[in-house]
């Protein structure tokens, strides 16, 4: 069974702009949860989203928001790219509950100089 | 989530059984003990979880003590591309509302 995938792998954005990042979960997989992880604050839970509807959310800035669509995947969105956005930007499925064992992705490594 | 404690780098022979440590002298009958390990800039990978028996998979196995206030995760035979960093976390299955949370983790450094 293929695991998560995300897209792009890397990305360098400049400040200012917004970026869309990608996640595939793994087939039968309904639910997607994002985080962001940097050296310093560790890795932190953005949002998680079930059935097209974000079911719990972490503490950012509006500027940090997703979606899901029918078929499962998931994309997240930052606008006003801030220099403290650069990230590995990952997400994890499960089957579907919450407490469900998390598989992550690859991650995508966001650079915003 | 109950905190974890974990030494924060171990080295480890090739080929020799490499033991992780950790403690969880808070956790609660409900929490499960999961072990996720991440190579340097890539998603962190799924190992082993368990409640109070000890378990076994094709990655490694989980020895958690009877009284679950620490476990110890076993890699038999530990090879150059199990260096990583391992992170010990205690969360009812899975994770939970407000997703997982990372502590510092063991860097284990397999040496040649």
């Known amino acids: 069974k293929a695991g998560v995938t995300q897209t792009p792998r890397y990305l360098i954005k400049t400040r200012g702009q917004q970026v869309t990042l990608s996640c595939s979960p793994i087939?039968?997989?309904?639910?997607v949860s994002w985080y962001q992880q940097t050296p310093g604050q560790g890795l932190q839970f953005l949002f998680e989203y079930f059935s097209e509807t974000q079911r719990n959310k972490g503490n950012f800035p509006g500027r940090f928001s997703g979606r899901q669509f029918s078929n499962s995947r998931s994309e997240m969105n930052v606008s006003t790219l801030e220099l403290g956005d650069s990230a590995l930007y990952l997400c994890a499925s499960t089957r579907g509950s919450s407490t469900d064992t998390q598989y992550f992705g690859p991650g995508t490594r966001l650079t915003v100089l | 989530d109950a905190k974890t404690t974990q030494p924060p780098s171990m080295d480890c022979a090739e080929g020799r059984a490499a033991n992780l440590p950790c403690n969880h002298s808070t956790i609660s009958g409900n929490e499960y003990v999961y072990w996720y390990r991440q190579i340097h800039s890539q998603g962190p990978q799924y190992i082993i979880h368990?409640?109070?028996n000890n378990e076994t998979n094709e990655m490694a196995s989980l020895i958690i003590t009877e009284d679950r206030k620490s476990s110890t995760l076993i890699l038999p035979h530990a090879t150059l591309r199990d260096t990583a960093v391992y992170y010990c976390?205690?969360?009812?299955?899975?994770?939970?509302?407000?997703?997982?949370?990372f502590g510092k983790g063991t860097h284990l450094i397999i040496q040649p």
């Open positions: 368990g409640l109070k």
């Open positions: 087939s039968g997989h309904r639910s």
């Open positions: 976390i205690v969360r009812p299955s899975g994770g939970g509302a407000d997703g997982l949370t």
